[in-house]
């Protein structure tokens, strides 16, 4: 690509500029327009005049960064972005999609680093660059081939910099800049600098010294006031140059800057809807439609019921249609629309076939449609029926803010919903959305969670949902019949030893049998008598032979019960239902950390273990003969999210190098090398890692092996000696939840601590959940986005379909001569998903069937 150009532009900074830059301005509907407007004058503007081959806009990324982590006050003083610029983020990067220019996001860093990464990989490459920023801070990269474009007042002005005119204004190379920003600070951004150094002597002693270092190294030669200053905060001084270094080593796959396929009938839609007919006109010659810009205008067929909203309180995310669909029948195959009806504005349609929803709704082409339930109504209607981009879902709201809610349905939670006529339906599903939308708007990044990964994985959902998992009901009939006689047997066999038969599934009777019959030691009481629950069987095998033999036996009839009435069954039962096809629910919107549930049957809950687990496996298959599954599982995700979160760096260097984390950890905790650890010590380090991760206490890990407390004590001493970033996390994250009320993952997923069910007996319940769910949590957003870019790239109407989530791994089905491709592609989205501080790392396999996946 050597001699193309490259247009690198700071979304925020820009959006920023354009919002105080311009009066306010409103569409139609009254949602706020000065900041659209304003960005794209100045990038239409830009991209005239320099006429870039390729281009990349980059926004920052919700959550944390690697700064905050080392700095915990970086950027706390910072005033919260005003609702109405926070609304027309979405709106200007579903823009920018629409004309098929490239969005970049990245967690862990700011827009900045990826600015400076990317343009450091292209002047590498002989890619002549140029970066529309008004920041400082990525001034620090210019060099041969690299510019920076600073907008002036207003936005016609703008200024270019480049290394010699940068040379000639400070005094100083640009490499330098990182130096200078750490002598000035920047009270924006929270980075103290040295206390009473300005521009000027910032300036002058760069040109004298070249750098911070040098300035240290000939600190003798200050005069003593300013000698003194800096002698103070030396320790501040480079602690503010490391927060302003800008990550450039990277290399960046330039690729993604290519432009992409624009949809211009929706960017004009879009353009229409909002009353942006000027951009519409320039950012599309020739193309945009000429005349007034107005609302859809559909005949009337009734009035919908008094709504007192202003345009201003309809702008908070309750603008644009509402969708009411009445559905019957059964979840997901089964379903019928049977009425519905559509109110835009005071305009209310009305209809009873999908035939009429689908006129209406291509018709009502711009704008937002809100729907009770989205799910259901994509599982009826057909995931095509509306693009998720336009969706808002009172559902997923609700969930959202309130996560560990039992119910998020309309017809439960408002008030006279369902009693309400079509119109005020409407009118009361608008206004309670409003309301969860102003919220949803509080918390930093919560608002793009939910449009960018939470409404785009419904469909991808439906999909999997609509194709489903293959069941081999002969298999299951032979594996039926097989654990029904083997349950017969250990019946028999126990009756022998009793004198007599007894119900192995009443406790009263199981009881008696092993504490009066044959005289067994007897544990824990409960009300009913003497308790038979696993722990005790446990403990009855452990003591041996003979008194071993009837508790092992009623291990294994309960083991095999549950395999019985818990998967053969309810698998069969689900086949039976779908011709041979099982089509299990999954579930976006029930767990309090994010993860996806299922039911009906429950496909992520398969037994693991065991000749009995895998020959339940090997009945599940794929869809279409000839097929195969391709599977790919995150590597120890969770600790890796950990190692990000913590910042500890023993443990990120340990996943950076790809080193085993188990045996790490077993080397640091026992004092042995690497490469002496044994399979057993692997086994307690692994135990340890999960086990605190989860909250577990030095009583839990030493019943878990079978050790003192004493001795439990003093491993996880030693784990937090060895890694003191573990102990401060597990510490500080549970403090800052107490004080924000929440817990909350990288990608702005909240749980709110007041709504978590816990036990009063279990003092530590919630400070389990508080640590625990932004790792889980981050975990599971990582997990649902792998979903959503899968499914871009690979769409339902083709060969290669996902069939399964279980937590950290994805299950898709394709045909098996294209398996190489799709497993490389399924490592790749999954690893390429978000980019934490370690990489994420992927296992995957394929084979004919579940149990070899």
């Not at 050790?707 to 000696?721: H, L, P």
Request: charged residues 25%.
């Amino acid at each position: 690509m050597e001699g193309k150009k490259l247009l690198l532009i700071d979304g925020h900074g820009l959006v920023f500029r354009a919002f105080y830059a311009l009066p306010e301005l409103t569409g139609p509907d009254g949602t706020p327009t000065n900041a659209v407007v304003g960005f794209f004058n100045m990038f239409q503007k830009v991209r005239e005049e320099w006429q870039p081959d390729m281009c990349g806009v980059v926004f920052d990324a919700p959550g944390p960064t690697f700064r905050h982590e080392a700095y915990a006050e970086y950027k706390a003083k910072r005033k919260p972005t005003p609702p109405d610029l926070k609304t027309q983020v979405p709106i200007i990067t579903e823009l920018l999609e629409l004309l098929g220019i490239p969005v970049v996001m990245r967690p862990g860093v700011e827009a900045d680093d990826v600015l400076a990464s990317v343009a450091c990989t292209a002047a590498g490459e002989k890619i002549e660059t140029m970066i529309l920023s008004s920041d400082k801070d990525i001034l620090q990269v210019l060099g041969p081939g690299l510019s920076v474009l600073r907008p002036g007042k207003g936005i016609t002005s703008f200024k270019m910099m480049d290394e010699k005119s940068f040379l000639e204004e400070f005094g100083f190379p640009p490499s330098a800049m990182t130096d200078y920003l750490a002598l000035l600070g920047d009270s924006a951004d929270n980075v103290p600098g040295v206390p009473g150094v300005g521009e000027k002597t910032a300036k002058k002693l760069l040109a004298d010294f070249g750098s911070l270092q040098g300035i240290y190294e000939n600190i003798e030669t200050l005069k003593p006031g300013l000698r003194k200053k800096f002698e103070e905060n030396r320790e501040q001084a480079f602690r503010s140059r490391e927060l302003t270094v800008l990550l450039c080593e990277t290399e960046e796959d330039l690729k993604v800057f290519r432009p992409g396929e624009p949809k211009l009938d929706q960017f004009l839609e879009k353009c229409r809807f909002l009353g942006l007919q000027k951009i519409a006109e320039k950012m599309t010659p020739g193309k945009a439609p000429q005349g007034k810009t107005t609302l859809s205008n559909w005949e009337k067929n009734g009035r919908a019921g008094g709504s007192s909203r202003s345009a201003a309180e309809n702008s908070a995310g309750t603008s644009g249609a509402v969708f009411l669909p009445l559905i019957g029948g059964k979840y997901p195959l089964s379903l019928e629309l049977r009425e519905f009806i559509l109110a835009d504005g005071e305009t209310v349609h009305s209809g009873s076939s999908p035939e009429e929803a689908a006129a209406l709704l291509k018709r009502h082409r711009s704008g937002p449609v809100l729907l009770p339930d989205y799910k259901t109504a994509a599982a009826c209607l057909g995931t095509g029926f509306l693009p998720p981009e336009r969706v808002k879902d009172f559902k997923t709201a609700h969930y959202l803010l309130h996560p560990d809610g039992k119910v998020h349905d309309a017809e439960a939670l408002i008030p006279d919903f369902s009693a309400a006529d079509p119109g005020d339906r409407a009118s009361l599903l608008r206004e309670e959305y409003g309301l969860l939308s102003r919220h949803i708007g509080e918390y930093e990044g919560l608002e793009l969670l939910m449009s960018e990964t939470d409404i785009r994985l419904i469909p991808v959902l439906v999909d999997m949902e609509k194709h489903g998992i293959g069941c081999s009901i002969s298999a299951f009939g032979e594996l039926e019949e097989d654990l029904s006689s083997r349950l017969a047997e250990i019946e028999e066999e126990i009756a022998g030893r009793a004198g007599e038969k007894i119900n192995l599934n009443s406790p009263k009777q199981v009881a008696w049998l092993l504490f009066e019959k044959l005289d067994l030691p007897a544990g824990k009481k409960t009300k009913t008598g003497y308790s038979t629950d696993i722990s005790v069987l446990e403990g009855l095998s452990a003591l041996g032979k003979p008194f071993d033999e009837v508790p092992n036996l009623l291990i294994e009839f309960r083991e095999l019960s549950k395999m019985l009435s818990g998967f053969v069954q309810p698998l069969v039962k689900s086949a039976q239902g779908g011709e041979g096809t099982i089509h299990g629910i999954f579930e976006p919107a029930v767990t309090g950390t994010g993860r996806l549930s299922s039911r009906d049957p429950n496909l992520q809950n398969l037994p693991s273990y065991g000749e009995w687990s895998r020959r339940i496996k090997e009945g599940l298959l794929p869809c279409k003969k000839g097929n195969v599954f391709v599977a790919a599982d995150y590597s120890q995700i969770e600790l890796r999210v950990l190692a990000h979160l913590c910042g500890d760096s023993r443990l990120r260097d340990a996943f950076s190098a790809g080193r085993d984390i188990h045996t790490e950890t077993a080397s640091w905790v026992f004092g042995v090398q690497a490469g002496l650890v044994t399979s057993e010590l692997r086994r307690v380090a692994k135990m340890i890692n999960f086990g605190l991760l989860y909250g577990m206490s030095s009583f839990g890990l030493a019943q878990r092996l079978g050790i003192g407390r004493q001795e439990a004590s003093d491993i996880i001493r030693k784990y937090f000696e060895a890694l003191p970033g573990v102990r401060e996390y597990l510490e500080e994250s549970y403090e800052d939840a107490k004080k924000r009320g929440y817990a909350k993952t990288l990608s702005g997923r909240i749980r709110p601590l007041d709504e978590v069910s816990v036990s009063p007996r279990d003092r530590d319940a919630l400070r389990r959940v508080a640590v625990n769910t932004p790792i889980q949590g981050t975990a599971a957003d990582i997990a649902r986005k792998a979903m959503v870019d899968f499914a871009k790239e690979f769409p339902s109407s083709g060969d290669v379909r996902l069939v399964l989530q279980v937590h950290d791994s994805l299950v898709c089905e394709c045909p098996g001569a294209a398996a190489g491709d799709v497993e490389q592609a399924l490592g790749r989205i999954m690893e390429k998903t978000v980019s934490l501080s370690v990489p994420l790392k992927v296992e995957s396999k394929r084979g004919k069937n579940l149990s070899e996946v």
